[in-house]
């Protein structure tokens, strides 16, 4: 059978990601379904379940729960802490709950500390799995295939290629994007939705044409007007180009936000122990354009101890 050139780089990219993942001792995968630009898997609760659960790069908490869980589960808090929105700034007080295992296939998270979704937050799905709960994994979120793996091991050391190294303030994973000459740190979010940039750094950048009104984002305690443009410039991120990419325009959060839109064309894999990131697409050049009208603002309150 005769490959094309574009089925040929499919098959090898599938080809690697079968190839790279078995020699990290792989020790648990499940289905991860992507709806509204989240990822989602199925968890059982204190044996109890499944519920629906997203996944959240971007929360530097183990967990959140809905209220309806905790109020199913008869889950008592153990105290309150505070959560901020991306802003840190809107900050609000929550019940602390210790959940005595979380399990998602075979891999069993035992007494996590786990906090309630303030307000409406999380209304349609039961809770929402943060960055922290995976510290001791290596975590691929496969978004092409729709898979979540949890291996032991780690990555190798960031090349500025595929593999590029974060940090974690907040811990959360925040890597560097180049826009340009211009370098700006960016939240690696899986809940938030566009390439989007703050108002202050994007007002110094050229667009194609003036940046027009998507719509309406919140935190926690505000609502904002978010805009859009495609820029004059690529953005790169390790040895993935972005051409002349639509991005959003943030009034409110501080640094830049690599959401689900950016996400969606990787696998990608974190290592928190040596905080790098393994980016793996079948192209080097990808294509963001302009998203449908509607939105795309992320309430995103994020449970950390106070002094954060």
């Known amino acids: 059978m005769r490959l094309t050139s574009l089925s040929r780089r499919g098959f090898l990219f599938v080809l690697l990601a079968a190839t790279t993942l078995p020699a990290q001792q792989i020790v648990g995968n499940a289905r991860m379904e992507v709806r509204h630009n989240l990822p989602f898997v199925q968890v059982l609760v204190n044996g109890q379940g499944p519920f629906t659960f997203g996944i959240d790069t971007g929360t530097g908490g183990e967990a959140i729960l809905s209220s309806g869980l905790i109020q199913h589960l008869r889950l008592q808090s153990t105290g309150e802490t505070e959560v901020h929105d991306a802003t840190g700034v809107n900050r609000r007080k929550v019940k602390v709950l210790r959940v005595h295992s979380l399990k998602i296939g075979t891999v069993e998270f035992r007494n996590v500390e786990a906090t309630q979704s303030p307000g409406s937050m999380l209304e349609s799905i039961d809770g929402i799995l943060g960055f922290p709960l995976f510290r001791e994994y290596l975590l691929t979120l496969d978004y092409p295939h729709q898979q979540l793996t949890l291996a032991r091991g780690s990555l190798p050391p960031a090349n500025g290629d595929q593999i590029v190294p974060f940090t974690m303030p907040d811990e959360v ?136």
Request: no cysteine.
């Open 173 to 308: 994973p925040v890597v560097e994007l180049n826009i340009g000459t211009q370098r700006i740190e960016a939240h690696v979010d899986s809940r938030g939705r566009d390439l989007s940039l703050p108002s202050k750094f994007a007002q110094n950048l050229k667009f194609v044409s003036d940046p027009v009104v998507l719509g309406h984002g919140s935190t926690i305690s505000n609502e904002f007007e978010i805009k859009g443009g495609q820029l004059e410039t690529d953005i790169r991120l390790g040895v993935y180009t972005f051409p002349k990419a639509f991005v959003a325009i943030n009034p409110l959060f501080p640094i830049a936000n690599f959401g689900a839109v950016p996400l969606s064309n990787f696998v990608v894999t974190f290592d928190q122990t040596n905080q790098r990131v393994r980016f793996e697409a079948p192209s080097r050049s990808i294509v963001l354009s302009a998203p449908p009208r509607g939105g795309s603002g992320r309430p995103a309150p994020k449970p950390g101890p106070s002094d954060h």
